[in-house]
């Protein structure tokens, strides 16, 4: 029962869902940031989709003129709006933009999926590079329940007990245990969560913006207005 609760607050097509909630809240502030901004505006979202954006109306005839936006991902996406295109690259390396292309890079919970935290500040400095301002969104390390895995303080457990709980336990939006403990070895390295001071040093010109759920910090913003 406590886990279908999770699934539920967690899941990003209920409209009623705490992870939808606090994703129009984080829009509105983002769309607070950019409001002096003139246009056109262009943005590269590093890891999202479009849908997001057509969610909160920058997908809208009267913008398509007004905000052109790239979407990066490791693999080919399909979109299907005019102002909107996707490539394929990593965020690690993004060799094929120039210094400073955009006016904005928007990333919503990708940095902590890149890798190591050698990765991460690699993506930092390409999300640097290649934007004149960023807005990077990431779960704090310390909410007590993990968003990925929906169970409290996995992040802190040590890899053989994650590794016996993803075998011997369906966690998270899994209807099953998983089979393999190579597999889910690397289920449980593909996550690593931030702490506010590893974000500040990721970024460490940026203001950073803590979401809130009942007190606590659900998410760190990272961002350069």
């Not at 992870?19 to 129009?24: D, P």
């Not at 007990?161 to 289920?187: F, N």
Request: with cysteine; proline share 4%.
């Amino acid at each position: 029962m406590l886990r279908k609760c999770l699934i539920q607050m967690a899941t990003h097509d209920n409209n009623y869902s705490i992870s939808t909630r606090l994703r129009k809240k984080r829009f509105a502030f983002f769309k607070s940031l950019i409001q002096s901004v003139s246009y056109p505006l262009k943005i590269l979202d590093v890891g999202g989709k479009d849908t997001i954006w057509h969610q909160e109306g920058f997908c809208d005839p009267d913008m398509v003129d007004r905000v052109k936006i790239t979407i990066l991902n490791k693999q080919q996406m399909k979109v299907n709006h005019p102002n909107v295109r996707a490539i394929v690259g990593d965020a690690r390396n993004m060799r094929e933009f120039e210094d400073d292309e955009f006016d904005i890079v928007f990333s919503n919970s990708v940095i902590e999926h890149v890798g190591t935290y050698d990765d991460q500040i690699q993506m930092a400095n390409e999300i640097k590079r290649v934007g004149k301002k960023y807005f990077v969104q990431t779960p704090n390390l310390y909410f007590p329940i993990e968003p990925h895995f929906l169970f409290p303080f996995f992040q802190f457990l040590p890899l053989e007990i994650k590794i016996w709980i993803l075998t011997h336990i369906p966690i998270g939006r899994r209807s099953q245990r998983v089979g393999d403990r190579e597999q889910a070895m690397k289920i449980a390295n593909r996550v690593k969560l931030l702490s506010k001071k590893e974000v500040k040093k990721l970024f460490p010109e940026a203001n950073i913006f803590e979401e809130k759920f009942f007190g606590l910090t659900k998410s760190l913003v990272a961002y350069e207005s």
